[in-house]
């Protein structure tokens, strides 16, 4: 090997360990497991990040970990501590008026007039970690009893257990004063005219707002109206659901 030959290869050995540098970037909040794509992204083909643990192994050029050792310094922070709130609303309302007359007593009219109105609802809340899944979910297990035909010809009772349930699934991040949210909610109930029936009503949306303000998730309005007339006597049943669902949530730190 000649000098010159020698002495380029020195040079490049020493320019190569000058230009790269391998350094344990630990994190304190975020797991490598979030952060790692977000590494390999900013370093590009500038160099390697991979993950031990909870720490990130970067080999580059020095200049290069400093920018993403600042860089992942905005992203490895506390999670912030969340209140988030449901809040469910729903009125009912029945009302029937007619009229029937007595066949056997002609003068004799009987006036239909009753109704029924109900409200329903409440607040759900839970504390959870900005960017953590969190779940709150309450009910019972009720039984259900349906009549079928054997093979016989015979009426059989079976009788089995649902879970009634009322709940939500959200994740929620923060960016400034902006909340976004992923949410899934459910909303089971027992129906008043069939005792066999469960009512559902359910929502997976994602929606963002400001925080500590509500943000309407759904809303519903539905009306029905029947009506039966006949020679003696007139019968109109109406009907009406009204139901909203809307988010809040507050920080707590």
Request: hydrophobic content about 35%.
């Amino acid at each position: 090997m000649s000098l010159r030959t020698l002495l380029t290869t020195l040079l490049l050995t020493c320019s190569f360990s000058v230009m790269a540098a391998t350094e344990i970037v630990p994190l304190n909040y975020r797991t490598s497991a979030d952060l790692l794509p977000v590494a390999q992204n900013f370093i590009g083909k500038d160099g390697k990040v991979s993950a031990y643990g909870n720490q990130l192994i970067v080999n580059a050029e020095p200049d290069k970990i400093d920018e993403l050792k600042t860089f992942l310094a905005q992203l490895d922070t506390a999670p912030k501590r969340l209140l988030i709130t449901v809040d469910t609303n729903e009125n009912n309302f029945q009302g029937d008026q007619g009229y029937s007359v007595n066949g056997a007593a002609p003068n004799q009219t009987r006036i239909i007039n009753r109704s029924t109105d109900s409200r329903e609802g409440g607040i759900q809340q839970i504390q959870a970690s900005e960017g953590a899944p969190a779940l709150i979910q309450v009910g019972q297990s009720v039984p259900l009893t349906s009549t079928q035909t054997d093979g016989y010809g015979d009426l059989r009772s079976q009788t089995e257990y649902r879970n009634v349930t009322q709940g939500f699934y959200v994740t929620a991040s923060v960016t400034g004063n902006i909340v976004h949210l992923a949410i899934s909610t459910n909303r089971d109930r027992m129906s008043q005219e069939r005792p066999d029936v469960v009512n559902v009503q359910s929502t997976d949306t994602t929606v963002s707002g400001r925080l500590g303000e509500w943000i309407t998730l759904a809303g519903v309005n539905r009306q029905t109206q029947a009506d039966k007339q006949g020679l003696i006597r007139s019968y109109s049943t109406q009907g009406r659901d009204d139901m909203t669902l809307r988010v809040k949530v507050d920080t707590l730190d």
